[in-house]
C-alpha cells in the first residue's frame, strides 16, 4: 500500500482551512502580528491555507495561482524577529491544539513550523 500523505492523513483539504482560520483569529488579536497584516484579512487565509494544502501532499493549487512559493523574498517586508516568530508560532501551535490529531502528525507539524519560522527571521 502506498504511503499516505499528511495531506491525507489528517483528511484533506478542510483540516487546513480550519486550521488557518484558527490561526487568524489568534492573529487578530495579537497587538505584535495584527499590523503587519492587511486590515481584510480573506487573501492571507487563502494563500496559507493553499500553501500548506501544497506543501503537505494535496493539490498545487497555491502555485499554479502565486508561482513558487519564494516565502523569505515575500516575508522581507515584515521585521520578523524573535519576538514575531515566537508570537507566529504561538498562534500555530494554538491554532494545532484545536485539532483532534495523531502524536506523530502533531510532531510532525510542529516540527516543520519550527523550522519554517525559524528559516523566515530575517532580523
Ligand atoms: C515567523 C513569523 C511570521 C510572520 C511574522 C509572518 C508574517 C506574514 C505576513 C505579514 C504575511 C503577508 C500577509 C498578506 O499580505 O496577506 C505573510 C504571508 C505568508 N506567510 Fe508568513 N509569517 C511568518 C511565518 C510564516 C511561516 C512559518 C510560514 C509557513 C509555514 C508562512 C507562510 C506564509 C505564506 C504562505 C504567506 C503568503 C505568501 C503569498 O503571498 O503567497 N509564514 N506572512
Known sequence: MATLTLYERVGGESFFVALVDRFYDGVVADPLLRPMYPDDLTDARDHLSLFLIQYWGGPRTYSDTRGHPRLRIRHAPFVVD????????????????????????????DGYFEMAANQLRNT
Not at 515566537?86 to 483532534?100: E, S, V
Open 82 to 109: 524573535d519576538a514575531a516568530r515566537d508570537a507566529w508560532l504561538g498562534h500555530m501551535h494554538d491554532a494545532l491544539d484545536g485539532a483532534q490529531l495523531d502524536a506523530d502528525v502533531r510532531e510532525e507539524l
